[in-house]
């Protein structure tokens, strides 16, 4: 059982930045591929970004590319969400995730059944 905890949400205003980390309780974090999701008020989660077990690959929604940057420490269990450029369309409750399956299969399966999930750190981007 992974257990994650996500943290570093908070009110930024339009253009601003925000860096999201997410724990992992687990001692082999390099095992999971991990990701980040949100939920938007009203909406369905949607997938923002994913990256591999070693950091090497990564994979973005189009919405999110070249605003965020996903990155890893597998030496500290610890995953991060640097958001830059943000827009009021990016408020939502980011989720940390992380699977057992390589990015391939995941990005393959549409980001389906992902094996663990934190519970979620609240972004509010004002105009």
């Known amino acids: 059982q992974v257990q994650l905890v996500e943290s570093g949400g908070g009110l930024v205003q339009a253009g601003g930045s925000l860096r999201l980390s997410c724990t992992a309780s687990?001692?082999?974090?390099?095992?999971?591929?991990m990701g980040w999701f949100r939920q938007a008020p009203g909406k369905e989660r949607e997938f923002v970004v994913a990256?591999?077990?070693?950091?090497?690959?990564?994979y973005y929604a189009d919405s999110v590319k070249g605003r965020f940057t996903i990155s890893r420490d597998n030496a500290k269990n610890m995953m991060y969400l640097q958001m830059n450029s943000l827009k009021p369309e990016d408020t939502a409750v980011y989720y940390c995730?992380?699977?057992?399956?390589?990015?391939?299969?995941?990005?393959?399966?549409?980001?389906?059944?992902?094996?663990?999930w934190g519970k979620g750190t609240l972004v509010t981007v004002s105009s």
């Open positions: 687990e001692h082999t974090f390099s095992d999971y591929t």
């Open positions: 995730s992380a699977d057992s399956r390589r990015l391939g299969s995941v990005v393959a399966a549409k980001f389906a059944s992902m094996d663990y």
């Open positions: 990256i591999s077990r070693s950091g090497g690959l990564t």
